[in-house]
């Protein structure tokens, strides 16, 4: 029976770490396809690109992870605005299908450096001292490094979450979302504003690119290989919605740890079908509008 | 008023009419096309059989043309049906009979099938969700196929597929000599129906669908069952070549059913131009012969080349090199 | 007018009510089309004079009430079967087949209507048909000569009359008309006019206007919505001396 009760603490345990970085990285797709109405398949590249860059002044240069990871995320965010000024930008109009395909030539692109750079295989993060081992939270103990993920992840969107109800970034974000023509009749400057979005979601991407590298292997497949999972979370949760995703991502999270323990050898098959039944009941989404 | 029905059009009328119907008539281009086709058999033996698997692919890319170009379905997931129908080629091949024809027939029942079942679930989405769904059942269909290692190989790959002499006349031999003719008239075939689909009732409908969903409701069409259909005509097609892959390799991998395939054929689309039937013969010959020369200078970065290659296109020639030829001959008039 | 009373309305709304979360759009509006009715719509911008279309013809479902056709329910049907039980639409901003030609636009709604827009072989005679009747409804409103362009080329009033013969096309029982005339040079506006009284005299049409000397001419009841709510139905000559209509444009025109 405890062994039972343990395995479950522990299976959640996983499941939420493992949820929360994937809400970490998709809500910016959540966001910028209900704000812009831009299908950005290419989201998990900056995701992968905060992953490549953190390991590797991590391991090649020995800045400390925190560091590494903050720097990885204003680097990442940075980029992002170039590459929306000077190409996003421009499609915003296009027909559903260039975006698509516009994506998948940067997923192409993206993948090809990588493996350019770093060769075939996956990135191996050297986890800090201080993060390895277990930690004792009273009733039981854990890995460390899942309870920071879980700890971090839990604040960076607490911090997002205030940031959107609390600023007037926020306020306007929300007012945009909700009504682009309204927005911009009250003056809100929305072409400012989805460059900002873009450069939040594509930061937040790389965080978690970055912090879960150890969950979501860094490799030059990353793009592609979780694609579907990054949709997912965005298609169950609802578009344009930033709590939406979160119980997606953390409802996939859990049900695909689950599954992977229980039943390893269809664990994909169960995902799958349940995702499917769940968009049949709510085509657009538990949180979505009709 | 015109509304009584009995209407007689004025003479001005009786031209529009007939220049209305006159639009999708054959033109005599399109026969040279098939007769380039026809004497590159002879003009370049030794790229016989590369030529097979690009007929094979262009007819997997015009299936796909009729859901993305001309019904606006924007599918990730087409490799599914491909997939499924060279699985079913080379399992009917090896259990039931080696009858290339029976193959073929088989994978196309097979993938219509899998078409109009997963159109049911697909079809109800639009946008992302319908990205992820129909990406999801590629990852569902690979994973089956990985796992079902008994009957499909796993990850070996269906061997020992065999392919009877087609008409009991020739055999798929070594040099591609009857695989090019064989895949060559069944993307011939192809073509045919795809060409007579979108230019019926039929097909201007489904570019309706396309173009303005919510008047398509509101003069009356069952949207959701066009889209059904065009869904299940097009995975059919699909199955086709699938099948045609598997005879022509007699083997099949688990790499038929894989985004990555679904990607290439979307490459190949909007690198010929999208919606306009002969996008598939520019894009697949082009993508094919492209991949055979980069892919042995560089086969690492090539994929770089490609993901360039599809970001400028999308960027400065969204209708594909047939949209680029279209403006030259336009701007060609305007100058004259 | 007074002999078309004792038919069955061929539409009819009973507390038809929608809200999108708190804002009330459609507040328990009655409202009945018999046949041969010319009736009007008209209200200040924002009335829910559109949405009430689009509850009618099925592309928003009500949050309350019943819409029946010819005495049959048809509230939860889809807009497809709602085409086929005889309800024609046209759109305030136009919705065409953009790359389709301005024939192709009407043919495809004939096809349609006559049951053939599924078929893939063997519709030669049938598209023939189709394109000479298109062609026919075209020329019937004056834009024959435009039936061979694509229709996003053609100016924006022209634009509009092929609206309008999409939904002639149909040969609906029940027509709904969303500001016909909106966009259409004042010098050609009297096509607008000249296409609704040429209409079948049996079939009932609604037009929701904001030119005044328009819906004077051509309807013989007039609905006046104001925030949802049905303020006043009426004749022509009733609604031009109500002083609750007068109160609503002159607020409506004093800002
Ligand atoms: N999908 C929607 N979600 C939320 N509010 C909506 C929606 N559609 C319409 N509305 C609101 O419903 C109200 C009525 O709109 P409607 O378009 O029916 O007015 P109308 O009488 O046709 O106005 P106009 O004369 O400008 O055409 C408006 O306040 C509008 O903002
Ligand atoms: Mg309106």
């Known amino acids: 029976m405890d062994q039972i009760l343990s395995a479950l603490v522990s299976i959640l345990f996983h499941g939420l770490a493992y949820g929360m970085i994937l809400y970490v990285i998709s809500v910016g797709l959540s966001v910028t396809m209900g704000l812009m109405g831009f299908a950005n398949l290419a989201h998990g590249v900056f995701a992968m690109a905060g992953g490549y860059i953190t390991v590797t002044l991590m391991n090649g240069f020995g800045i400390h992870f925190f560091l590494a990871l903050v720097t990885a995320c204003i680097v990442v965010a940075l980029a992002s605005v170039v590459l929306e000024r000077l190409l996003y930008s421009r499609l915003y109009t296009a027909s559903e299908l260039d975006q698509v395909l516009f994506t998948i030539g940067i997923i192409f692109m993206a993948s090809a450096a990588a493996r350019y750079a770093w060769g075939p295989l996956p990135q191996r993060m050297i986890l800090p001292e201080s993060l390895s081992g277990q930690v004792d939270l009273g009733f039981r103990t854990f890995p460390t490094y899942r309870t920071f993920l879980i700890v971090v992840s839990g604040v960076i969107i607490a911090a997002l979450w205030l940031g959107i109800e609390r600023t007037r970034f926020g306020a306007q974000l929300r007012a945009a979302v909700d009504n682009r023509r309204m927005a911009e009749a009250i003056g809100i400057n929305t072409r400012r504003l989805f460059t900002a979005t873009f450069a939040v979601g594509s930061g937040l991407a790389a965080l978690g690119g970055g912090l879960g590298a150890d969950i979501l292997a860094i490799e030059p497949a990353y793009a592609l290989e979780y694609l579907v999972y990054f949709l997912i979370v965005v298609s169950v949760g609802g578009l344009g919605t930033v709590k939406g995703p979160f119980v997606a991502a953390v409802l996939l999270g859990v049900t695909d740890t689950t599954c992977k323990y229980l039943i390893p050898e269809f664990g994909a098959f169960f995902i799958f079908l349940a995702m499917i039944g769940l968009l049949l009941w709510r085509p657009t989404g538990l949180f979505g509008r009709a | 008023m015109a509304t009584d029905g009995t209407v007689r059009p004025s003479l001005a009328g009786a031209e529009v009419v007939s220049a209305s119907l006159a639009r999708h008539r054959f033109r005599p281009l399109e026969g040279l096309v098939w007769l380039a086709m026809l004497a590159g058999y002879w003009l370049w033996p030794e790229y016989r059989p590369l030529g097979s698997q690009i007929f094979i692919m262009c007819l997997f890319v015009l299936s796909l043309d009729i859901v993305v170009g001309y019904a606006g379905i924007v599918t990730l997931g087409h490799a599914a049906f491909f997939g499924v129908g060279a699985y079913t080629a080379g399992l009917t091949a090896i259990h039931l009979s080696n009858e290339p024809f029976l193959g073929l027939l088989t994978a196309a029942v097979a993938a219509g099938l899998v078409g109009i079942l997963s159109g049911l679930i697909v079809l109800r989405t639009t946008g992302l969700t319908l990205m992820m769904l129909t990406l999801a059942i590629v990852f569902v269909l690979h994973e089956a196929a990985n796992k079902l290692g008994s009957v499909t190989g796993g990850s070996d790959g269906l061997q020992g597929v065999t392919v009877a002499p087609i008409l009991g006349l020739w055999s798929l031999d070594f040099f591609g000599q009857t695989a090019y003719i064989y895949t060559g008239a069944v993307l011939f075939l192809g073509w045919l129906f795809a060409r007579i689909l979108v230019g019926s009732p039929f097909g201007r409908s489904i570019v309706g669908i396309r173009e303005n969903l919510v008047r398509m409701r509101a003069i009356g069409s069952p949207v959701r069952l066009r889209l059904l259909v065009v869904y299940g005509i097009s995975a059919t097609m699909a199955g086709i070549a699938g099948a045609l892959l598997t005879q022509t390799t007699q083997f099949v991998s688990l790499s038929a059913i894989t985004f990555t395939r679904s990607g290439e054929a979307l490459i190949m689309l909007i690198l010929g131009g999208v919606g306009r039937l002969y996008g598939a013969f520019v894009g697949a010959p082009i993508y094919m012969l492209m991949q055979d020369a980069l892919a042995k200078y560089n086969p690492v970065f090539w994929t770089f080349w490609i993901g360039l290659m599809l970001v400028l296109t999308v960027m400065f020639a969204r209708n594909g090199v047939l949209g680029l030829v279209d403006s030259v001959l336009a701007w060609r008039r305007r100058a004259a | ?255």
């Open chain 3, 1 to 255: 007018m007074t002999a078309s009373a004792s038919l069955p309305p061929l539409l009819e709304t009973q507390g038809l009510s929608k809200s999108f979360g708190a804002l009330v759009v459609a507040d328990s509006i009655d409202l009945t089309l018999r046949p041969g009715a010319r009736h009007a719509l008209i209200g200040p911008n924002g009335a829910g004079k559109t949405t009430f279309v689009n509850l009618v013809t099925g592309t928003l479902q009500p949050t309350a009430g019943r819409i029946l056709m010819g005495g049959e329910e048809v509230t939860g049907l889809s807009p497809e079967a709602r085409v086929r039980k005889g309800v024609g639409r046209t759109f305030q901003i136009n919705s065409l087949f953009n790359r389709l030609s301005v024939l192709e636009n009407v043919a495809i709604a004939v096809s349609e209507r006559d049951g053939f827009a599924g078929r893939i072989f063997r519709a030669r005679k049938a598209e023939r048909r189709a394109f000479e009747e298109a062609y026919a409804i075209l020329e019937g409103i004056g834009i024959g000569m435009e039936a061979l362009r694509p229709v996003a080329e053609i100016a924006y009033g022209r634009q509009r009359l092929v609206e309008i013969a999409i939904a002639l096309a149909l040969k609906p029982k029940v027509l709904l008309l969303d500001e016909p005339a909106a966009g259409i040079p004042s010098a050609e506006s009297h096509v607008v006019l000249d296409v609704v009284e040429a209409l079948p005299p049996d079939i009932a049409v609604l037009i929701i206007e904001h030119d005044m000397a328009l819906v004077f001419r051509l309807a013989s009841r007039i609905t006046v919505l104001v925030q949802g709510a049905i303020l006043v139905e009426g004749t022509p000559q009733e609604i031009a001396h109500d002083p609750k209509v007068k109160e609503v444009y002159l607020g409506e025109k004093s800002h």
